[in-house]
């Protein structure tokens, strides 16, 4: 155990537990982005329709995703502080109230996203064949709504015990499960499977995250038999409203904050489709990209969040301070390093996204993928200081200004000028990602601001 008192202004020592508490979820959050980039480069031998049918479709998926945060960003507070006091007998209540409070939400978000794949598709501008391919690709994973959530749900679980191997190895399985059964089903194996296409991609996802959802429930009720005198039996699942109030109370600002994010994201692809399906399937290679270069900030983030909670609990203040500076420095230089090597190789990689693909557009996508590439590397600089800061914020409690940078960043800044630009005939449909750009900027300045006026700096 590191002797806190002596470690206190210790940069090495902040920098150190910063990176023993990112590099997992890291890699775990890596791993759960590039399900997307992976169906994505899959199908691409499809066609530009395929591409641009799982790229719209996973934006209508991401906002049920969302849906988790309203409980798994409640249950690991929880978790943590109950484990942290060796109230055991809590943490498996807390963690049975957040496998059915899941159970219910997906049960409910599976059925609607089923239900309206069709007009939520046909208004992101999907028609065709890109309609079509859409349905078949969103109807299946609506299917496993359930067992996608749960897998975020056990999760969270073991992240609240600080345990982030086990869900680091469950996501391993999952996804390489998810590879193999892609490859299979997609492109069949003769003479045994038949090509399935796209409704193969959907199926090797839902039959990957059944398998890691029954993993998950497994180790967790295996952790709870060593700490409590009996397992989680089903017929123990009954509610408890007292814990449910406060999971919801917790994780509700993270939901509000991520659904406004993802709803702007739909708005803005709608935007892209208006461009045309080789706008849309470039933004779409992009999209996917973002998302991996964004993930480790993220994970930063909730190290930030941690670290800064409990310094403040600790009325360590300036120690506070110093985790923030020091996760913001060292996530700008990685990111500004990958950032430098993406934008060469800018070509090579848009390029290997498409490397299946064999229509006539392929090159029209590369050439606009590329111009929107380097806009979002130019742009992530800045949003990854608004990430790693607001995580700050979120330690002491502050949550309320990520909302408001939100809706301001993005729904008053990005979708606006998206809309202005697209109307413009004559420009590079690459330009189209200028606003994401000002967008970063925006928030970047705002968080700065908040974090400088010190409110965070207060114990809940």
Not at 318 to 334: C, D, M, P
Not at 451 to 457: I, L, S
Request: charged share 15%; proline share 3%; glycine share 8%.
């Amino acid at each position: 155990m590191i002797n806190e008192k002596k470690t206190e202004g210790n940069d090495s020592n902040i920098i150190r537990q910063i990176y023993l508490m990112s590099w997992p979820n890291i890699i775990l959050a890596l791993l759960d982005t590039s399900q997307g980039l992976v169906d994505t480069l899959m199908v691409s031998k499809l066609g530009v329709s395929a591409i641009s049918a799982i790229g719209l479709s996973r934006q209508i998926l991401f906002i049920i995703m969302v849906a988790a945060l309203g409980v798994t960003g409640g249950v690991i507070p929880i978790i943590a502080q109950a484990y942290g006091a060796k109230k055991y007998c809590r943490v498996c209540n807390a963690g049975k109230q957040a496998i059915l409070l899941m159970f219910f939400l997906g049960t409910i978000l599976g059925v609607l996203c089923y239900s309206l794949s069709s007009p939520a598709l046909s208004y992101l501008g999907a028609t065709g064949e890109i309609a079509e391919q859409g349905n078949i690709y969103l109807k299946t994973l609506a299917v496993g709504t359930l067992f996608l959530l749960l897998n975020f749900t056990f999760s969270s679980l073991f992240r609240g015990i600080g345990e982030m191997k086990i869900p680091l190895v469950i996501s391993i399985i999952v996804h390489t499960i998810n590879i193999v059964g892609n490859y299979v089903l997609i492109f069949g194996v003769d003479p045994w499977i038949s090509p399935m296409g796209i409704l193969g991609a959907a199926v090797a996802t839902v039959g990957a995250r059944i398998i890691g959802c029954f993993i998950g429930f497994f180790m967790w009720n295996s952790f709870v038999k060593k700490i409590t005198n009996c397992a989680c039996p089903s017929k123990d699942f009954i509610p408890d409203f007292s814990i449910i109030k406060q999971l919801l109370h917790i994780g509700a600002p993270v939901y509000f904050q991520a659904l406004a994010r993802s709803s702007a994201r739909i708005v803005f692809y709608r935007i892209l489709a208006m461009g045309g399906p080789i706008v849309l399937a470039a933004g779409t290679i992009c999209f996917q990209i973002r998302m991996l270069l964004i993930m480790p900030a993220l994970a930063m983030r909730t190290a930030v969040t941690t670290l800064v909670g409990q310094s403040i609990g600790k009325n360590k203040y300036r120690r506070a301070e110093k985790i923030t500076f020091q996760a913001t420095f060292w996530g700008v230089s990685i990111l500004t390093a990958i950032s430098i090597v993406m934008f060469i190789f800018s070509r090579d990689i848009v390029n290997l996204v498409c490397i299946f693909a064999d229509s006539a557009e392929k090159k029209d996508v590369i050439d606009i993928g590329i111009v929107m590439l380097r806009i979002v590397l130019f742009s992530q600089i800045f949003a990854t200081v608004a990430i790693v800061v607001s995580g700050a914020l979120v330690g002491g409690g502050d949550t309320r200004p990520g909302m408001k940078y939100t809706l301001i960043g993005e729904w008053l800044i990005m979708l606006p000028l998206a809309f202005i630009l697209v109307s413009f005939k004559g420009l590079h449909p690459g330009m189209l990602f200028i606003p994401c750009f000002f967008s970063a900027l925006i928030q970047m300045v705002l968080c700065i601001r908040r974090f400088r006026k010190k409110v965070w700096q207060r114990k809940l």
